[in-house]
Structures are given as C-alpha cells and as structure tokens.
C-alpha cells in the first residue's frame, strides 16, 4: 500500500476520533457523537473541494505561496 495511502488512513483515524471524543465530551451521547464524527470530515471534504476550486480560479496559490 503506498505511503500517501496509509497516511491519508492514519490522519482519518485520528480525525475521527478527536472528533467523536470531542463531540461525546460535548454531548454525552455516543450516537450523536457517532454521527458527528461521521457527517463532519465529509463536509470538511466538500468545503475543501470548493476551497481548492475558488483558489484555481483566483490563481493566487502558487503565485501567493512562493512571494
């Protein structure tokens, strides 16, 4: 399995699980802790596909990052 793979897993794991704890402390309900941690890194993944098509079209990612 190639590295950027089992990092992507890794990161997730780790993702899910401050977000499952964090929303559990919050909520002391592990079903909505549950879908928190589920529904929340999915729309993280939609927002960040809109952020990575508005900087495209911006133009400013590698102009702005190497000045």
């Keep these: ?14 993702h899910l699980t401050i ?8 909520t002391g309900s592990v079903v909505l802790a549950g879908g928190i941690a589920v529904v929340e890194p999915c729309i993280n993944a939609v927002a960040f596909f809109f952020h990575e098509k508005a900087w495209k079209r911006v133009g400013a990612g590698p102009k702005l990052l190497s000045a």
Excluded: E, Q
């Design 1 to 14: 399995m190639p590295t950027d793979l089992i990092k992507t897993f890794t990161y997730l794991s780790i």
């Design 19 to 26: 977000g499952f704890g964090v929303a559990y402390v919050m």
